[in-house]
């Protein structure tokens, strides 16, 4: 089962930042977290990952908390090709079959002009 | 650009049928990954390949089986394809260490058996 609670949707005006949560309780002190998302008709995409430690990239902020137990993404000028389900993953530090990617149902978020 | 090409964006086979569906990628990724996708369900892991010729099974193998004979390709067979084996298949690769690193994704194949 998947390690993470994430709301099923969410709404977010175009420009604006949107802010996704994610509820990971039961994490361990090896595990990273881990952002995809899935557009319509396309294979997951890789957003941004971390330990304990905010992360910043191109796409995305992420922000988790001091005790590990949720974090959030920030994408932080929505558009609307933004529209997509996002996962939220808890992923242990292994190599070989340790490592699989667990992926839940997701965020959908839409992105309204 | 990292890639990873499956070989059918659409399929239709009949019922009883031997399915074969190729996943190849060119980023010398010792892992790849075979998962199916379905409504309501989520993304659910068929079969994982850590090296050549070496498999596990993920959370749903039944009525499937992999071959890893090359590096670059992963290949999931559906045996006999039965109605409830519709779905969207996903594969995907990364590399293999004892760190953290990102997995890509094809676009995948939506099969549909009638």
């Known amino acids: 089962d998947a390690k993470t609670t994430q709301p099923p949707s969410m709404d977010c005006a175009e420009g604006r930042a949107a802010n996704l949560p994610c509820n990971h309780s039961?994490?361990?002190?090896?595990?990273?977290v881990y952002w995809y998302r899935q557009i319509h008709s396309q294979g997951p995409q890789y957003i941004i990952h971390?330990?304990?430690n905010n992360e910043t990239n191109e796409m995305a902020s992420l922000i988790i908390t001091e005790d590990r137990k949720s974090s959030t993404l920030i994408l932080p000028h929505a558009t609307l090709r933004d529209t997509a389900v996002y996962y939220c993953?808890?992923?242990?530090?292994?190599?070989?079959?340790?490592?699989?990617?667990?992926f839940g149902k997701g965020t959908k978020l839409s992105v309204k002009p | 650009d990292v890639k990873v090409t499956q070989s059918s964006r659409y399929l239709v086979k009949r019922t009883g049928e031997k399915v074969f569906l190729e996943c190849v990628q060119d980023?010398?990724?010792?892992?790849m990954f075979w998962y199916r996708q379905d409504p309501g369900l989520g993304l659910r892991l068929i079969y994982f390949?850590?090296?050549?010729?070496?498999?596990e099974k993920g959370d749903i193998p039944e009525g499937y089986s992999v071959s890893r004979e090359k590096k670059e390709r992963f290949s999931l067979i559906l045996e006999s394809a039965s109605t409830n084996q519709t779905s969207m298949y996903l594969c995907a690769s990364s590399l293999y260490y004892r760190g953290n690193t990102e997995a890509f994704f094809g676009q995948g194949t939506r099969l549909t058996v009638v």
């Open positions: 980023m010398d990724h010792e892992n």
């Open positions: 039961t994490i361990s002190g090896n595990e990273y």
């Open positions: 971390g330990l304990k």
């Open positions: 390949s850590y090296d050549v010729k070496m498999k």
């Open positions: 993953i808890v992923r242990g530090n292994y190599g070989g079959s340790q490592g699989n990617l667990i």
